[in-house]
């Protein structure tokens, strides 16, 4: 259970890594509101699911320590 835990870390991660070179791409060509804008979406929409899904893999980890 915990490795699911680790690569939905992961995955995560490089997602945000990536968009973040693509904001830094748009800052480059002088897109830096749009470049803003596409940071904090991208921001709202990785933190949502992936705090859940720790939320979720904690409690399952810590039943499962508790057992």
């Given at each position: 259970m915990?490795?699911?835990g680790i690569s939905v870390l992961v995955g995560?991660?490089?997602l945000a890594g990536l968009s973040f070179l693509?904001?830094?791409g748009?800052?480059?060509f002088g897109f830096t509101?749009?470049?803003l804008i596409h940071?904090?979406?991208v921001f709202a929409v990785l933190v949502g699911p992936a705090?859940?899904?720790a939320g979720v893999v904690l409690i399952l980890v810590g039943g499962a320590k508790s057992r």
């Open positions: 915990r490795n699911v995560a991660l490089a693509v904001w830094l748009g800052l480059v509101f749009g470049g940071l904090l979406l705090g859940l899904i």
